[in-house]
């Protein structure tokens, strides 16, 4: 009798503390919404998000694309609680547990909605060893063009120091975006915002990628104003489109997709002659996500009798788990596949797995006829929270490792023959300040003060 008196009790106080705790979370969040990882709805009736999983007992979420924190949290004392009731023996303990749990959140949401990290910033810097931040030189607006050189025979994984090669360093950014000024800071030499004009107060150094967004297979803006854009803005890299292949990004099918940029390339082409056509990024280059390609590239040979015109090559590399219905990137649009790629979130950030991917993508790309393409990785990081173990030394792990592996990795098998056999040519890190996703913020959005990360980024891209 008393374990269930202590469990109803605890349950009552579980109650009242998260009772108090909405008011702040609301009040909070009308001060600080989320910044989307995209600017335009995919379809009319918005599908809910779901890159990331919860844990635990599922808690539905209908007005979030991701899971909040206090979704976490409450997802956190569910567990506990049934722990608490499934083990007699672990009954006082398991009530003592929700108790400490729920009294934590409040106090932790609470001082989010005040500032959300300050407090991890200034204890990531106090962990990290002191280093002196550089400043960064000017960046041009256009990469170098590529010369030829002798192709090597083999693949190579030691690192190579690349004087001047800031201009392959990307960051993206999420609108809205009141820290860009700081990608001077980061020294980064070009920047994408997943939109097609370039927003206000950037800075003058980083080069600007212009992205098409596709809604219901139609190119946004229309075809007149990206017209206007492209004479206004000659010689600009487009990409047509962002994950067509997720259904809560672009959401495109195939077939969708094809007609969908053969209209884009035309027009901007037509308006300026200079511009540069890049497909659009799928989100990761599994087995699963290349069926969706060869589909797309087939189709258009199909429709307007010939190959598809394509400039440069882009793709994104993430790790996330591909099945229908489920958390992760679902399966691609037009594909009647029931699963694909099946991992957990500690694959998330394998780096054995990502170079895998970028390496699998170049041979597929060569098997096609297109090494002699310049390759793009506009969009990659750690969306996993720290909440799941991501903390910052397993980030930076993650994020310098993968500046390792595309500075150095060259092929002279498949990768580009004009600019030293390399794999990638460009990279872009997700990114400069995030709420929805913060794991990889480079700036703090709270502050607007340079991140650990933030800081680690500018020492990488000054030393290289």
Known sequence: MTHRFDVRRGLGLILLIIGLALPVVYFA???IRPAPRSTLAPTATPIVERLI???????AVTDSPAPTRLTRTIVVIAAATATASSTPRATKTATRQ?????????????????????TRAATRTATRT??????PTATPDRSPSFSPTPAQATATSRPVVISGSRWRF???????????ARLADLGAGWFLDWSSLAPAGRPAGPAYMRMVRLSQGQPRPALTELADIAQRSPGSLWLIGNEPDVIWQ???????YVQAYHDAYSALKQADPTSRIAIAGVSQPTPLRLQYLDRILALYRERFGEDMPIDVWNVHNFILPEKRGDWGVDIPPGLTASSGLIVDIEDHDNLARFKQQIVDFRRWMAERGFRDKELIVSEYGVLMYEDFGFGYERVRTFMLGTFDYFLSATDGAIGLPSDGNRLVQRW???SLSDTQYPTGNLVDRATG????????????????
């Open 29 to 31: 969040n009308q001060a």
């Open 250 to 256: 672009d959401n495109t099918t195939p077939d969708q």
């Open 449 to 464: 003060q340079l991140s650990a990360l933030g800081q680690d980024f500018v020492e990488y891209v000054n030393s290289h």
């Open 170 to 180: 990307g960051v993206g950014v999420s609108l809205p975006a009141p820290h860009i």
């Open 53 to 59: 999983p919860t844990v635990g007992p599922t808690v």
């Open 428 to 430: 872009c890190w997700y």
């Open 130 to 135: 002191a280093t002196q931040t550089l400043a």
């Open 98 to 118: 929700i108790a400490t749990v729920a009294t934590r959140a409040v106090t932790r949401i609470t001082s989010q909605a005040a500032t959300l990290t300050a």
